[in-house]
């Protein structure tokens, strides 16, 4: 019986994601070791014994895998929540993302991969520098402010980046000290989530890569932030790229960055993006791509799945700002989305608008809501892209109760894809076709897109 302190030595099976562990198997017994890679030969020390795993801590490696680098940001070693994969090449990062997905939908999901269509795993087109989005944290330390991101696990902690390479490094540098120097010459506080005290709370930076520009959002609980005119004058002298400067209210306890009120300072408060020929309003606020090099590869492969012929209809739930539903609609078909969020239906409408496109038609509601009103009993396709939760029982039985031919799933975590999978099988609606996409290297998550049919 193994025990907490005793020292074993083994080689790595597999790698679990999302906790990006390695496992090793030793007396019956799996242990799961943070910072090994599959085939690596490591000696590991028991730090936790639980019913049915246990949980080591890497002493030394004895064999090292030749996948393993030397991470290139200097803050992945104190636990940056940022990224967890820098230490595997990315080759070996998309091979461990690859078996991942296939496991899930074949344990969670029960479904036989020799019965379906699998057209693969695609890499990014970019490993490092890929988002067009970023979230920053303000904090304290030392009596000085500090701004970057929170370790895994760790809400109540930040650490005080330097940079981040998962967007332009070298802007993100010059951003984070900007901002950090104005805090500081003002004497703001960052705000702690454990007392609920301080002023600022986050920086926003997202790119628009149409135009090479930067759109910038400052959140802060509410108040006036002091010497804007100064700001904005500076900002715009030392980054003249940037397109857009946004104070955002945010009163919530919670340590989301929520829009409660937004102040123009400077600028837009949006920009336009463009994927193929189809162009997207993206307010600061509202979901877009934050791949957008590698998320131009998965709209043909949703056009592809769904399969649309001149004059049919198309369903597009959780629609966003209508960036799935406009590209398809090009094909002449008509489009209806439905969304909660009323500034991304705004955006969708104005996106139908920006386009000449007639055809799109944007409902703000709650799809487990507004679903059965709007398509009955009757819808030949349609496109879920649900939140990581996946889609709600209820959803799953409207959709396959109005009888479509075809039902594309745009999924950003397999684990719920695979769960709703099951419930699918109920009603005899089975996957036929999947294809994942790595939108997020250096993470353990992964986007798929899954083409589900009635049973023939």
């Known amino acids: 019986m193994l025990k907490k302190g005793d020292v074993i030595e083994g080689i790595v099976e597999t790698f679990a994601l999302p906790d990006c562990v390695g496992v090793i198997r030793h007396q019956n017994w799996v242990v799961f070791v ?20 246990l949980q080591g801590e890497l002493e030394e490696f004895i064999e090292k895998s030749p ?17 967890s994969l820098q230490f595997a090449d990315y080759a070996e990062q998309v091979s461990i993302k690859e078996k991942n997905a296939l496991n899930t939908i074949e344990k969670i999901g029960k479904v036989d991969l020799s019965s379906i269509d699998y057209e693969g795993f695609l890499p990014s087109v970019l490993s490092l520098g890929y988002r067009n989005k970023m979230e920053f944290n303000f904090g304290n330390q030392d009596g000085k402010l500090i701004c970057g991101l929170r370790p895994k696990g760790k809400y109540w902690d930040l650490i005080d980046l330097q940079t981040c390479y998962l967007m332009n490094s070298q802007l993100v540098t010059g951003l984070l000290d900007f901002f950090r120097s104005y805090g500081n010459r003002y004497g703001l506080k960052g705000y702690d989530p454990v007392r609920k005290d301080g002023f600022l709370r986050n920086l926003l930076i997202r790119y ?28 715009t002298h030392y980054f003249p790229n940037v397109s857009g400067l946004v104070h955002i209210i945010n009163n919530s306890p919670a340590n989301a960055l929520l829009f409660e009120e937004k102040i123009l300072l400077y600028g837009s408060d949006y920009y336009i993006e463009t994927i193929g020929s189809t162009q997207y309003k993206v307010s600061i606020d509202s979901f877009f791509q934050v791949n957008i090099h590698t998320g131009e590869l998965l709209f043909p492969i949703i056009t592809n799945y769904a399969d649309l012929q001149p004059g049919e209809s198309l369903f597009d739930l959780y629609s966003g700002n209508g960036s799935i539903g406009l590209y398809l609609s090009r094909q002449g078909t008509m489009i209806t989305g439905i969304e909660e969020n009323p500034q991304a239906v705004e955006d969708a409408q104005y996106n139908a608008t920006l386009n000449s496109i007639s055809s ?12 059965l009103d709007v398509i009955g009993n009757s819808m030949k396709k349609g496109i879920v892209d649900p939140p990581r939760a996946g889609l709600t029982p209820k959803v799953i039985k409207t959709l396959v109760a109005a009888h479509p031919e075809k039902i594309v799933y745009v999924s950003c975590n397999t684990a719920s894809l695979a769960r709703d999978l099951v419930v699918f099988a109920e009603d005899n609606y089975f996957l036929k076709k999947i294809s994942w996409i790595d939108l997020f290297p250096q993470t353990p998550h992964y986007e798929a897109v899954a083409l589900i049919e009635p049973s023939s």
């Open 34 to 53: 943070p910072g090994v890679l599959p085939g690596e030969k490591c000696r590991v020390t028991i730090r936790k014994v639980k019913r049915n795993f």
């Open 67 to 83: 996948a393993r680098i030397e991470p290139i940001c200097p803050h992945f070693k104190m636990g940056c929540g940022g990224c």
């Open 208 to 235: 628009n890569r149409s135009l090479d520009q930067y759109l910038i959002g400052l959140s802060t609980i509410r108040g006036e932030l002091p010497g804007v005119g100064e700001l904005v004058k500076d900002l």
């Open 360 to 371: 799109y038609n944007a409902i703000c509601g709650r799809v487990e809501k507004a679903l």
